[in-house]
């Protein structure tokens, strides 16, 4: 046999390439960098233009309005091209680039601009780094993918007392100025270090190319390189899964739960320091903890979703969501109402990533940055009703009644799951 028989192997399922897992993981944290900031700068953004709570929550309506649009588009992009490394780069860097513009703009509308653009780079990240993982990583998809969203409640963890101690200091215009700063960073060394990071798929699920392996190489060895599909088979896979039953209750499920969180992240706030009187340093510990809480769950439920099955792990996290959400409502004001936001970011968060890996059990390895696509676009279109609709509550009944809006929301979600006949995923012994 020749040199050409001993060809790079793909990773294996129980390999962690620390390299791939970790430095996306650290990418998508500065994702969440910026989301987190923005939630905290609202109530600074809404005082000085003078904004109702229907105008605050249309502007995050906007930005995930556009997601809702832009989401399967952007995962076809990402099941038709290899370079997932540099599709990754541009993603972050088009996430940060638009804020500062913000620092400049006295103009609601231009704001609504800068938040649109801001979607597009969330649009992209998040099914390139997804289905990378789990194409990656099949057997253990569920732990993948929680340590990647490990790394967005890092980013949404620290960000608020960062930038709230920065907010002391500094104003809100020239926080958002160098802000940019460490996400221009953090997509150069993925750049540099991911630039080249191919895919693994070739359109089978059980028929990978060996990651570092050229067209060539594969030729040499008699076997065949992927080719890359047509359009037309892309958007007739894409309506296949639209028809996928199961896939779809996942995605409707998922769609509620960020309904609860984008209500909770833009409204928290607002209740703290309108109602309460917190300072803002004050609400950045408590989004803090909100989020420390669900970096610690998101694991374990990840590695107990791979063990025991995934709806066991959704439908109870999402059950204690909704009794943590009643006990918020009989203790408005007080020390438990805080404590009780550690308990539910432990337990919202912790079904995150789990809703992925299940949603992707479902469907075929090929389609899968665009199943994340489908998906994200149902949770981009919850996200996109929520803050308006919870604008709407605040601005009828008060902000304490946005949090009967989000018990509401959290209820449903589960209610999909429940719906479900069985558990899709075989756990791994």
């Not at 309005?65 to 399967?72: I, K, P």
């Not at 909100?290 to 059950?319: E, K, N, T």
């Not at 004001?333 to 337990?347: D, I, P, Q």
């Not at 009703?385 to 902000?399: F, H, K, N, R």
Request: charged residues 10%; proline residues 6%.
């Amino acid at each position: 046999m020749s040199g050409l028989a001993t060809l790079p192997q793909p990773p294996q399922p129980g390999i962690m390439r620390l390299k791939d897992v970790w430095l996306i993981s650290a990418g998508h944290a500065m994702t969440h960098w910026y989301t987190a900031t923005f939630y905290l700068l609202l109530p600074l953004i809404g005082s000085e233009l003078g904004l109702s709570y229907v105008q605050i929550g249309f502007i995050m309506t906007v930005q995930h309005a556009v997601g809702a649009a832009s989401n399967v588009p952007a995962g076809m992009l990402v099941d038709r091209y290899a370079n997932r490394g540099l599709m990754m780069a541009a993603a972050l860097f088009w996430v940060g680039f638009p804020y500062l513009l913000m620092g400049f703009t006295s103009t609601y509308w231009v704001l609504l601009a800068c938040v649109t653009l801001v979607s597009v780079g969330n649009n992209i990240w998040h099914p390139t780094a997804i289905s990378t993982l789990a194409d990656r990583y099949p057997a253990r998809k569920g732990v993948t993918l929680s340590v990647h969203g490990m790394g967005g409640n890092v980013g949404e963890a620290v960000a608020p007392l960062v930038v709230g101690a920065m907010l002391a200091v500094f104003t809100w215009r020239e926080v958002v100025v160098m802000n940019v700063v460490p996400g221009v960073f953090a997509s150069l060394l993925i750049l540099a270090m991911l630039g080249a990071l191919p895919t693994v798929r070739t359109g089978r699920g059980d028929d990978r190319t060996p990651a570092g392996l050229t067209p060539m190489d594969m030729q040499l060895a008699g076997r065949t390189a992927p080719q890359r599909p047509r359009w037309s088979d892309q958007v007739a896979e894409s309506a296949a899964l639209l028809r996928n039953r199961a896939m779809m209750m996942i995605c409707t499920s998922a769609a509620f739960r960020t309904m609860t969180q984008t209500g909770l992240l833009v409204f928290l706030p607002l209740y703290l320091t309108h109602d309460l009187g917190y300072s803002i340093f004050a609400v950045g510990v408590c989004l803090f903890v909100l989020q420390a809480a669900g970096f610690a769950a998101s694991p374990i439920a990840g590695h107990l979703s791979d063990r025991m099955g995934r709806s066991r792990i959704v439908a109870g996290s999402m059950l204690m969501s909704a009794v943590v959400i009643g006990v918020m409502l009989l203790a408005p004001g007080s020390l438990l109402f805080v404590f009780c936001t550690a308990l539910l970011g432990f337990f919202l968060y912790a079904v995150r990533a789990v809703l992925q890996a299940w949603m992707l059990d479902t469907t075929p390895p090929s389609a899968s940055g665009s199943a994340v696509g489908i998906m994200f676009s149902t949770q981009a279109i919850g996200a996109a009703v929520a803050p308006l609709l919870a604008g709407w509550v605040a601005d009828t009944w008060g902000l304490f009644a946005v949090f009967y809006f989000l018990a509401g929301t959290i209820v449903l979600a589960n209610f999909f799951v429940f719906l479900m006949p069985r558990d899709l995923f075989r756990p791994r012994m």
